[in-house]
């Protein structure tokens, strides 16, 4: 089945600096792939979709400066949190559409963001 | 818009009880229709989809879930708990035809497993 991984699982970091996780599809390829906020206890919100070669694609309210999102080839997406601050602290997590056309969508692990 | 409902925040069963997770969903049409299972700390298992056809869909884990169109509904349903099916469910709508497959959570159920 189709596999994406991400990495690091966990990242712990100081306020003010920035933090990049990557996200592959290590089994196929994807010209799509999203990116999730999960908080504590909350459900998944996604805040972009980024298309390999051109721009990403933001959600409301989503800072597109403060979450730079870099779509380069078929198989890795990154996400960086630029100057990142407490409230930044979260779970990441990125999925792949499959080659089907049923939506169906493969998860990473996610990424356990904490910023001190 | 789309939008999903799980109107159970938190269930407590006890193991080898029955279990049933709501799910309501609002879209348009008929959607694609996913459950997925998240433990602590970690990403998401897909348990079923719906996408057409019957609407008796079964999953792994011995889970099922019924598509209920004229109840916009697509309950997850389980005849025998087990103590390792303690976990986070979420319910997920996705646009059919859509360029983008964007899927959209409903706010999740945990459940918890008595011995």
């Known amino acids: 089945g189709a596999v994406v991984s991400q990495h690091p699982s966990r990242v712990i970091c100081k306020s003010g600096t920035s933090v990049k996780i990557e996200c592959r599809s290590l089994d196929f390829q994807a010209t799509t792939m999203f990116w999730y906020r999960q908080f504590p206890k909350q459900s998944l919100m996604l805040m972009a979709t980024s298309n390999e070669g051109s721009k990403a694609t933001y959600e409301q309210g989503v800072e597109k400066d403060k979450f730079l999102i870099n779509h380069a080839s078929l198989t890795l997406s990154t996400l960086t949190v630029t100057s990142a601050h407490p409230e930044d602290s979260s779970f990441y997590i990125c999925?792949?559409?499959?080659?089907?056309?049923?939506?169906?969508?493969?998860f990473g692990p996610g990424t356990r963001l904490t910023v001190l | 818009a789309q939008s999903v409902t799980q109107p159970d925040i938190h269930i407590t069963v006890s193991e080898g009880a029955s279990l049933e997770l709501r799910c309501n969903y609002s879209y348009g049409a008929t959607p694609y229709l996913f459950w997925y299972v998240q433990s602590p700390g970690q990403g998401l298992q897909l348990l079923l989809k719906?996408?057409?056809?019957?609407?008796l869909v079964q999953g792994i884990k011995g889970f099922e879930a019924e598509f209920k169109r004229s109840q916009s509904s697509f309950n997850l349903r389980k005849p025998s708990v087990h103590w390792s099916d303690a976990a986070e469910y979420f319910c997920a709508v996705g646009a059919r035809g859509g360029a983008t497959n964007k899927l959209i959570f409903g706010t999740g159920t945990l459940l918890a497993v008595q011995p």
């Open positions: 719906y996408f057409s056809g019957d609407t």
């Open positions: 999925s792949a559409p499959g080659t089907g056309v049923n939506n169906e969508q493969f």
